[in-house]
């Protein structure tokens, strides 16, 4: 029985990493056709109907073209670093809940938090092991605003932990039955949406890829494959954030198909986002974190823990 329940995990935990590599390459598809058409313009339209096999013959590209390794770089840790990146943006999905056997466990959203603040290593060691000045800068920008926003998106996560009293992301679902943690952590979810834009390195805030100054940030120096797997890690850190979206305040609802509508419209979001804000100013940005969004999110955890408890104390 064990057996089949461990061939059963691994199989459905398969079919997911498909699912969500095949996710990332039409997202990516449906980014360049938002921003096309709202930069008036086509998008891919030439490979296949409507440009839908763009993604494909993308990806044939990219990786059947020669991989270029700079002479000086630190070898083993520039190899490795796209793929140990893109395998924890691929291992955080784990913890997506699954109606067979799947890894949702009670502490899922710890591991959420241990996994993504990983990948802070995986970006300053692509950087630094590239042995370029430019890649260096764009990884340490990169660091220094993962690091800054990891900080409130914990604090903001606690106030959503404090009112479900459990670490299971199915919990958030059956708390929101009668009413969407939207209306309930208005402040909180803004904020919420905000830092993980900046968490996962996108318009308004993608300081990594300063053309101006840093060329491309921290991948400067990768091509082909390598270069590949780090686009391939950045969109799926983006499917992932507006599934945890979708899960944490828009109602969740796995077992419909409006679960998905939910999870394409937060996707959207971002691509809109890319299509319509400007470049933040970077100090602005770290002001942000450390002035705006620490101090507001401290005092709704106060708020929020006190509204728990006194729940929890008369029982209503």
């Known amino acids: 029985m064990l057996l089949k329940d461990l061939f059963l995990m691994i199989f459905s935990s398969l079919i997911l990493v498909i699912c969500v590599l ?5 997202l990516t598809l449906l ?4 921003l096309g058409y709202i930069q008036i313009r086509k998008g891919p339209n030439k490979v296949g109907y409507m440009g839908l096999l763009q993604p494909f013959s ?18 083993n840790l520039y190899y490795l670093s796209p793929v140990v990146n ?24 710890l591991f959420i938090l ?17 042995n370029s000045n430019y890649a260096m800068l764009g990884g340490m920008r990169s660091v220094a605003q993962t690091i800054s926003y990891e900080v409130s998106l914990v604090l903001i996560l606690l106030s959503f932990l404090f009112l479900i009293l459990s ?8 708390f929101q039955e009668n009413i969407w943690f939207l209306f309930l952590l208005f402040p909180s979810s803004i904020m919420w949406v905000v830092s993980s834009l900046a968490e996962t390195n996108r318009t308004p805030f993608d300081f990594a890829e300063g053309e101006s100054e840093l060329v491309s940030g921290f991948n400067v ?6 270069f590949a797997m780090i686009f391939l890690a950045e969109y799926a850190n983006i499917l992932f954030m507006s599934m945890l979206c979708s899960m944490m305040f828009l109602g969740g609802d796995l077992c419909s198909w409006i679960f998905f509508i939910k999870i394409v419209f937060v996707s959207f979001f971002w691509l809109w986002v890319r299509g319509t804000l400007p470049r933040f100013r ?15 999110s401290l005092n709704l955890l106060l708020f929020y823990f006190g509204l728990s408890l006194f729940i929890f104390v008369f029982n209503i």
């Open 221 to 226: 120096e990768y091509s082909s494959g390598g």
């Open 58 to 75: 993308d990806a044939i590209k990219l990786f059947s073209k020669e991989q270029v390794f700079p002479y000086m770089s630190n070898f």
């Open 114 to 130: 241990s996994i993504s603040s990983l990948s802070v290593y995986t970006i300053m060691l692509a950087g630094w092991s590239s």
């Open 22 to 26: 095949i996710g990332v390459a039409f």
């Open 31 to 34: 980014e360049r056709k938002v």
């Open 86 to 109: 893109l395998f924890l943006a691929l291992l955080l999905w784990m913890s997506m809940p699954y109606l067979t056997v799947s890894l949702n466990f009670n502490l899922s959203l």
């Open 282 to 296: 970077y100090d602005k940005l770290m002001y942000l974190a450390w002035k705006s969004y620490l101090p507001v």
């Open 167 to 174: 670490f299971n992301i199915i919990d958030l679902e059956k």
